[in-house]
């Protein structure tokens, strides 16, 4: 059962209660400074929305300027490639956001700009609700309430809500919620408050209530709940998978796959991989890199021997592989794990050479 502590009967969007008052006020003395507050332009409103979608601002900020200086517009990000896109988007994981950002770009262009109503804006690759309400409220003073897990964080402390956080119960009840508290006119300065409140004050741990301007109504801490709040679905199990890369150097050469969709990672390249299988016979010298590297991933742990081939003479490959200049490898977006690998290559082959990773 909800406790609306600090709300009266009579509060309304257009005369904001207590809680959205002392809100907007902590925002007025402590908002984080990020460019594209500084903005209505929807389409820098866009970029950031997408990029912080599950990343932090700390992460995602330098991708947002690295984006938004190589495409200054959304039309300059439509003419791009999708491996242009993704290679800017390497180690933000959850490449699908990275697509669906180029085939967004490439709706709005064909549109004639952004639309400026909720039922458009959700309508663009990559946007649900709560981003098409944060580019609708920021962009186009549109009056919707954003609800992240930030705000399903504050609200469910403050007002003592423990419908589990996740089902289509809570998005209901925490959106009507976080729609009754927005004032008039003040939908981008509330969203913005509540997210910043969410991620500095109200966080999931260590949450910094004797600070907090709303301790004194908050339900969670009057009853000593705030570890407990929001509640949270069972989370399901990881599965673990087991992958060998081999990155092979051959006369200045390596070889490339694209992955295909269905699985992890879906258009982005990696060396020659064997899962859940042992090392083939290959000519010339294999070198471990890595052993044993772990990679979490929702719902899945990955688990992976990272390893260079040197040879002379080029091996024959399952389909799908590619041979490309060492030097052009940069070009090409690959995952996190194949970055790791990529990163722990001898810069110079060794076949003739001392080195001090092992062989096999």
Known sequence: MCNFAGMKSNDSPSAPNPFSTALLHWYGMYRRPLPWRDTRDAYAIWLSEIILQQTRVEQGQPYWERFMSRWPTVEQLASATEDEVLREWQGLGYYSRGRNLLAAARQVVELGGFPQAMEGLRALRGVGDYTAAAIGSMAFGLHEAVVDGNVYRLLARYFGIDTPVGTARAKHEFTALAQALLPRGQAAEWNQAAMDFGATMCTPRNARCIECPLAETCAAFRQGRVGELPVKQRKQKATERHLIYIYIRCKGQTALHRRGPGD???????PLLIEDGGLPQLDGRLMLLRQ????????????????????????????????????????YGVPRLVELLLEALPKFPTLDAKSSASYV
């Open 264 to 270: 992890i990672w879906q258009g982005l390249w990696e």
């Open 292 to 331: 044993g590297v772990r990679h979490v991933l929702t719902h899945r742990v990955l688990l992976a021997d990272l390893y260079l081939l040197e040879t002379e003479r080029c091996p024959a490959l399952p389909p799908g592989y590619v041979w490309i200049a060492e030097q052009d490898i940069d070009r």
